[in-house]
């Protein structure tokens, strides 16, 4: 018995492994849901606003050509948040892993995926930049507002948007799987109405110079910045109705 017990204190102590990891591992299983699918929307987006551009410049127009095409791929995190959520949480609770570490992980892939996206727009940018808009004056990525402050502030604010994008589609769907399509549906429109009520507001009291002019003196990073902190609002959000989802 004393062998035993001087053996068992002797043994090292193996520490579980890092399971928020193991989720991140499981996300990126399937690679299209957060790497090919968001990279064939950035490139068919590219495509499309060069074609655009390239028509244009074919009728003469020399003048810089800005367009919101970019947006698209930075929208559709919405649809990876959602795909994210679907796709393996119930899986995820037949692997005995915690709502937390789903969490996480969960947002963790979504940072590495936003943090490859990010990075493909300023490398973007850094070639239309030296190009003079791959010679037709034509931007996709580069954008004189959002890159005021250089590359690295324009990686910054690309990185907050897909992150809240994706926060908002994950978040979503947790709503859709706790309470059914209809509440789901019902808030989004409710959402909407809220939106078009303080639009309508700022109308009546012809306000919109204002609006327009905070917008200008926040500048790209500052409305990155308010966007960081809804981003950080709606992860507490979306983790506690999480939490009350049963299986």
């Known amino acids: 018995m004393t062998a ?6 002797s043994a090292p102590v193996t520490r579980p492994k890092n399971r928020t990891f193991g989720v991140v591992r499981l996300q990126f299983t399937n690679t299209q849901t957060f790497v090919w699918v968001p990279l064939l929307v950035l490139v068919g987006m590219w495509l499309i606003t060069l074609i655009v551009y390239w028509i244009i410049a074919s009728s003469g127009v020399d003048s810089p050509m800005y367009s919101g095409g970019s947006q698209g791929p930075l929208w559709y995190f919405a649809v990876v948040g959602a795909q994210a959520m679907n796709l393996t949480f119930y899986f995820s609770q037949a692997m005995s892993l915690t709502r937390r570490e789903f969490y996480l992980g969960s947002l963790l892939a979504a940072a590495i995926s936003a943090v490859g996206i990010s990075t493909a727009f300023v ?11 791959y010679g037709i004056n034509g931007y996709f990525a580069y954008l004189p507002w959002v890159w005021e402050h250089g590359p690295f ?23 859709n799987k706790r309470f059914g399509a209809l509440i789901l549906t019902a808030s989004i429109i409710a959402i909407v109405l809220i939106l078009l009520a303080g639009a309508a507001w700022v109308s009546f009291n012809r306000a ?7 917008f200008a003196d926040a500048q790209a990073i500052g409305l990155a910045l308010w966007a960081f902190g809804l981003s950080v609002v709606f992860a507490l959000g979306s983790y506690l109705t999480l939490r009350r989802l049963t299986t």
Do not use: D, K, R
């Open 123 to 133: 490398l973007l940018g850094l070639i239309e930049q030296s190009t003079e808009g």
């Open 208 to 214: 919109w110079p204002e609006v327009w002019m905070w």
């Open 4 to 9: 035993i017990a001087e053996h068992t204190e």
């Open 153 to 175: 502030a324009a990686g910054f604010i690309y990185f907050v948007l897909t992150m809240l994008w994706f926060v908002l589609g994950f978040w979503f769907a947790i709503v």
